[in-house]
């Protein structure tokens, strides 16, 4: 069948080498997609965001079976809605399941009615009422947009003074939009973080292999938050006991909630986890694969991407099993200097010879003028595969030393605290 992914970036383009690898899988389509994706699959250029043109492009080819719609705005928006409407198969949950993401006040809301565990939290659609409530608050806080804003909608204020300033920059000057018209003000919990994404076909759950993310820009955790600097998986303090805990004091009440709000979810829920001494508890609902996360999950999954993808669809996850690899996995992301405030694009990428088992993840690339040049912020993720977390780290950041492009920055420090 031919199959078109919705995207731009290293999540698209991992989903894109996990459905190739599929027997089902036949022409490869991607809108827009990046130069790394250009390489097997065909680029489409119309905006993730243009859900007529999206639609349109299906109806013309009437070979597509299955569109993947990857990010979360799309999602948002109701592309899902859209393509099923005009009778098309698409992956990814329907505009009402997508709120899950799109409005943190939402799942709060949702999380808090059900009991599901969570961070204790406020929220504001004015900027005096979400002051006056900071004034009175234990530092560090949260200060969350409500809405998508590329995973920088999320201030750890240090002090009040940090607080009005992430207040002033959401409410007055706008800095995420429409996302920062309401905000949710949570206190600031403490313990390890993890991500874990699920394939859900709105009855059965089915967790991946459990990831840790880096957020932050600079080494040490330091810096301004980013979409994601670099990812390990599998998480090494994911035990099986937390495993138990988290799907059914989490997922299940999770799945059962949105279908009781009347919300059903298929597609990838993605869980932001963090293990408290207090228990395990939500920090944030994703509609989608993560970025970069899936650039070290998917590298793991031995199972057919495609066969999911259509049982998630079909309501028959529980009918396949899922299998995934016993190795490890290390991304290290490559960014545009100044990233994740201002940057430049167009600077030329050189890239040498590769050691095996490694496998770049364009993010922000394109071609110009027949050379590989930087198109975004986060460049390249450069995902190593070993049989160890240690081995995968050296390995991915080796093949680094033969990658090159002007202001290059990366973090050095991706996996050392889950290695130690």
């Not at 097997?40 to 993730?48: E, F, G, Y």
């Not at 600097?229 to 999770?254: H, N, Q, R």
């Not at 293990?275 to 650039?295: H, L, M, S, W």
């Not at 590298?299 to 099993?321: G, Y």
Request: glycine fraction near 10%.
């Amino acid at each position: 069948m031919d199959i078109l992914v919705v995207g731009n970036g290293g999540r698209e383009h991992a989903i894109c080498v996990a459905l190739k690898k599929s027997d089902k899988c036949g022409k490869l389509y991607c809108a827009k997609g990046n130069a790394g994706i250009g390489e097997i699959a065909t680029l489409v250029d119309i905006d993730p965001c243009d859900i007529e043109g999206i639609c349109d492009f299906v109806d013309k080819n009437k070979n597509i079976a299955l569109t993947v719609v990857a990010p979360d705005d799309p999602l948002a928006l109701g592309l899902v809605d859209e393509l099923q409407k005009r009778g098309h198969r698409a992956f990814g949950p329907n505009k009402a399941a997508a709120i899950i993401e799109a409005s943190k006040a939402f799942s709060k809301d949702m999380m808090k009615k059900y009991g599901i565990p969570t961070a204790k939290y406020e929220t504001f659609d004015s900027y005096e009422n979400a002051l006056d409530y900071a004034k009175g608050q234990k530092y560090p806080l949260v200060v969350k947009a409500d809405g998508l804003a590329l995973g920088k909608g999320v201030i750890i204020c240090q002090s009040y003074a940090e607080a009005q300033k992430a207040l002033d920059d959401m409410f007055n000057v706008g800095v995420f939009g429409k996302a920062g018209s309401k905000v949710v003000i949570e206190e600031f919990l403490t313990g390890k973080e993890v991500s874990v994404l699920s394939f859900c076909d709105s009855k059965t759950i089915y967790p991946m292999v459990p990831s840790c993310d880096h957020k932050r820009a600079n080494d040490n955790d330091e810096g301004l938050n980013t979409g994601g600097m670099g990812t390990i998986a599998p998480s090494p303090f994911y035990t099986k006991e937390i495993a138990k805990e988290v799907e059914e004091k989490i997922m299940l009440p999770t799945v059962r909630a949105m279908n009781d709000l009347g919300r059903p979810f298929k597609g990838v829920l993605y869980f932001g986890l963090i293990v408290t001494d207090d228990g395990v508890k939500v920090i944030e609902y994703n509609a989608r694969f993560g970025d970069p996360e899936t650039q070290v999950v998917l590298p793991l999954l031995k199972s057919d991407l495609v066969e999911i993808f259509e049982a998630v669809i079909d309501e028959r996850l529980s009918d396949i099993k899922i299998e995934w690899s016993d190795k490890s996995a290390v991304c290290v992301m490559l960014a545009s200097g100044g990233y994740p405030e201002k940057y430049e694009k167009g600077k030329e990428i050189k890239i040498g010879t590769l050691p095996e088992n490694v496998t770049l993840y364009h993010s922000g690339t394109k071609t110009a003028d027949g050379k590989l040049v930087t198109n975004g912020g986060r460049v390249i993720g450069v995902t190593a595969v070993c049989d160890s977390l240690k081995e995968a780290k050296a390995l991915s950041y080796k093949a680094i030393e033969n990658i090159g492009f002007d202001k290059m920055h990366f973090r050095h420090d991706i996996g050392d605290k889950f290695i130690k």
